[in-house]
């Protein structure tokens, strides 16, 4: 590796000794109990097997954002080399989409603009004059 390149970059290292810090991020929307959600995040974390007690998770709010509020969880695997980290990382969103679900904890939605309310379809077709028959 080329001296300029330690010099100009920074140096990253994804494990460390013996373990792995995995952060996640959910987004919420504005109008849910933002320390519900917090909690949840803590209790899904501590039922993936792979994930230390030592240093504990937590959650945190990163972000009051234009339409939703960024919440996080911080935690730890041991042996990051022997672990799929991905596979980790996506028992953590199934787990957080599945419990997030079952409590009515909304994420947030995919723009500003909620949309509720009814559409009702009338077919015409009957009221138009046969085609052929013009």
Do not use: C, H
């Not at 590796?1 to 013996?18: F, H, K, Q, S, V």
């Not at 080399?81 to 419990?99: A, C, E, H, P, Y």
């Amino acid at each position: 590796m080329p001296n300029t390149e330690l010099t100009a970059n920074a140096i990253t290292r994804p494990y460390g000794r013996d373990r792995f810090r995995l952060t996640e991020q959910v987004d919420v929307a504005y109008y849910e109990d933002t320390e519900r959600a917090l909690l949840e995040l803590q209790q899904i974390v501590t039922t993936i097997g792979p994930v230390l007690d030592d240093p504990a998770p937590n959650t945190r709010i990163v972000e009051l954002g234009e339409n939703a509020i960024t919440i996080q969880a911080e935690f730890w695997t041991d042996d990051p080399g022997n672990k799929d980290i991905q596979t980790i990382r996506s028992d953590f969103r199934r787990l957080v989409k599945r419990r997030f679900d079952e409590e009515g904890i909304t994420l947030a939605p995919p723009s500003a603009n909620l949309l509720s309310g009814e559409l009702t379809v009338t077919d015409r077709s009957a009221d138009a004059p046969n085609a052929a028959g013009r």
